[in-house]
T-cell receptor, first 109, second 112 residues
Framework: GQNIDQPTEMTATEGAIVQINCTYQ??????LFWYQQHAGEAPTFLSY??LDGLEEKGRFSSFLSRSKGYSYLLLKELQMKDSASYLC??????????WGAGTKLIIKP | DGGITQSPKYLFRKEGQNVTLSCEQN?????MYWYRQDPGQGLRLIYY???????QKGDIAEGYSVSREKKESFPLTVTSAQKNPTAFYLC???????????FGPGTRLTVL
């Protein structure tokens, strides 16, 4: 079966750095996505990786290793507004998105 | 402004009633999707459509139906056959199946 694993919850301090990991086992691979979802709201697109390596976008970076079935989302200079769930999703061989359950990130002052 | 709209934001229905959730987009996207989100679980695909007048079942299509008569619209009907319909329903669209998906604000359906 297809599976996306991410930690259920993480806590970090305002101003610090946090890394959210995602491991996947899917039938085929056509890209990995990270989304942010605030409570009660819709997910919003953060990043996309299809080749190995690091993609940087402001305070957020995303890394991919296809051989290891592994990705992480790195958030720097954490702000209180970064408190949200972070969803990892992989597009499989049928081009469908397979979603992880999300990591709830709690930021403390 | 371009975007995806879903209405209503909150919906209450009695058990045994069919209900239709609307999804409209003015992004000129070909592909549209319906997901269901339950606490502690990843998004699960109900139905998707890659082009007008064509749609495919996702992983949990039983008890749901859709139509795609216009490019802009992809309504979802939750029928009385859906055994556990209370959930947060999200509609999404993308330029094509290979691109990132953009989500509407969602409809929270509660069946009493």
């Amino acid at each position: 079966g297809q599976n996306i694993d991410q930690p259920t919850e993480m806590t970090a301090t305002e101003g610090a750095i946090v890394q959210i990991n995602c491991t996947y086992q899917t039938s085929g691979f056509n890209g990995l996505f990270w989304y942010q979802q605030h409570a009660g709201e819709a997910p919003t697109f953060l990043s996309y990786n299809v080749l190995d390596g690091l993609e940087e976008k402001g305070r957020f970076s995303s890394f991919l290793s296809r051989s290891k079935g592994y990705s992480y989302l790195l958030l720097k200079e954490l702000q209180m507004k970064d408190s949200a769930s972070y969803l990892c999703a992989v597009r499989d061989s049928n081009y469908q998105l397979i979603w992880g359950a999300g990591t709830k990130l709690i930021i403390k002052p | 402004d371009g975007g995806i709209t879903q209405s209503p934001k909150y919906l209450f229905r009695k058990e045994g009633q069919n209900v239709t959730l609307s999804c409209e987009q003015n992004l000129n996207h070909d592909a549209m999707y319906w997901y269901r989100q339950d606490p502690g679980q990843g998004l699960r695909l109900i139905y998707y459509s890659q082009i007008v007048n064509d749609f495919q079942k996702g992983d949990i299509a039983e008890g749901y139906s859709v139509s795609r008569e216009k490019k802009e619209s992809f309504p979802l009907t939750v029928t009385s056959a859906q055994k556990n319909p209370t959930a947060f329903y999200l509609c999404a669209s993308s330029i094509s199946e290979t691109n990132s998906e953009f989500f509407g604000p969602g409809t929270r359906l509660t069946v009493l």
